[in-house]
């Protein structure tokens, strides 16, 4: 690799310090059998891959080395080039989703569509001349396909004895579901034979997050792990099974609504991470693929808990309820339909709209009230105030 370190014109790709021009050497140092120089070297390369969260120009031309360090079985580290490339990956800001485009649109895709209409809406976009979408930056996607084209070697990584790796591994594959084609025979041969539970359930989560409607070894393999005697690795199954089967049963929806809807005290804990594993996961299925959830997720919703934040689940019941999206300007309440009435009074009924700032815009990205004086006065007919 170190020819191609010298055929990239390091000095013309600006990060956040100037010129990358100390880049090659840095990434060089990676290899260093001193631990201490390592250490440094990974610490400075980092600081040239992002800023402040966000990834900088170095960061795709940065990319090729780590993926062949990472593959490097004789390299004293490769830990560390997992590392660095997680970092590209989740500095990379796509705007636009990865996984492939399909008629129907997905939960997350609408509730990104309610957002669009909402910030059109807004008198300081307005006032700009309108909303626009937001593009991903050239040397953002620049950065994510170039850890893309590391799928293969991560797949030839996911076999190897070093559980770290392993687990690593699922955790960038996650990331790819236009490569599912490629991945899922993969992950459900190690699947079937993975010992260490804590990579198995970032494996189920991998194929919760990346995967497609499937069978054979990739369903049987995450089936596998359904019922672990630990709570985790048995909700990440279940996490992988609701985007792998066509229709996912309702005692799986109901767990997953539960893991979506327990109180989560710190979201950067397993307990947080699960919870926005479960509800990307879900937000990837179609309103018409799982019309129980609907009914679940309400049936939680409408016993209050002080310690909860009901936003995720909020989110994607307002996706189930209106799927048409946000309501016209005019509509009364009596011409919703009666499960849209229902959700309507629930939110009133435990004060859904206090528990954060998010909540209130959530409701408007429905063209609903978004105050609860105002909501409530909607609902026993007044009729709605101007905005």
Do not use: K
Request: proline share 9%; with cysteine; net charge negative.
């Amino acid at each position: 690799m170190n020819d191609y370190l010298c055929a990239v014109d390091w000095e013309s790709l600006q990060g956040p310090y100037g010129p990358a021009s100390d880049v090659p050497r840095l990434l060089q140092m990676l290899r260093s059998h001193d631990p201490a120089a390592r250490a440094e070297a990974e610490e400075q390369v980092e600081d040239h891959l992002q800023h402040q969260g966000l990834v900088e120009e170095p960061a795709a031309a940065a990319a090729p080395y780590l993926i062949d360090l990472l593959a490097d079985q004789e390299a004293p580290d490769r830990l560390v080039a997992y590392r660095l490339l997680r970092t590209i990956l989740d500095c990379a800001e796509l705007y636009e989703s990865p996984r492939p485009a399909a008629d129907v649109p997905t939960l997350s895709e609408l509730a990104s569509q309610r957002s669009d209409w909402w910030l059109s809406r807004s008198p300081e976009w307005r006032r700009h001349g309108g909303y626009r979408r937001p593009v991903t930056a050239p040397w953002h996607a620049a950065a994510y396909e170039a850890v893309r084209a590391g799928v293969p070697a991560y797949l030839r990584v996911l076999q190897d004895r070093d559980p770290h790796l392993r687990l690593g591994m699922a955790y960038l594959l996650a990331a790819f579901p236009q490569e599912w084609a490629t991945m899922s025979p993969v992950l459900g041969q190690q699947l079937s034979v993975e010992m260490d539970p804590a990579v198995a359930a970032e494996m189920c989560i991998a194929a919760g997050l990346a995967g497609h409607p499937s069978d054979g070894a990739i369903v049987d393999g995450v089936r596998r792990w359904r019922g672990n005697s630990d709570w985790l690795v048995h909700r990440a199954a279940l996490i992988g099974l609701v985007r792998l089967v066509p229709a996912p049963d309702t005692a799986l929806l109901a767990e997953l609504a539960d893991c979506l809807m327990e109180p989560v005290v710190d979201w950067g804990s397993p307990d947080g991470a699960m919870a926005n594993a479960t509800a990307s996961a879900l937000g990837g299925l179609t309103a018409n693929s799982v019309p129980q959830l609907a009914g679940l997720l309400l049936e939680r919703m409408r016993v209050p808990d002080p310690h909860r934040h009901d936003f995720l689940a909020l989110r994607l019941l307002l996706g189930l309820a209106f799927p048409d999206g946000p309501l016209p300007d005019g509509v009364a309440f009596d011409d919703l339909s009666p499960f849209q009435q229902e959700v309507v009074r629930v939110v009133i009924h435990v004060r859904l709209l206090r528990q954060g700032p998010m909540m209130p815009r959530a409701i408007g990205e429905c063209n609903l009230p978004c105050t609860e004086e105002a909501l409530a006065a909607w609902c026993a007919g007044q009729p709605r105030s101007a905005s």
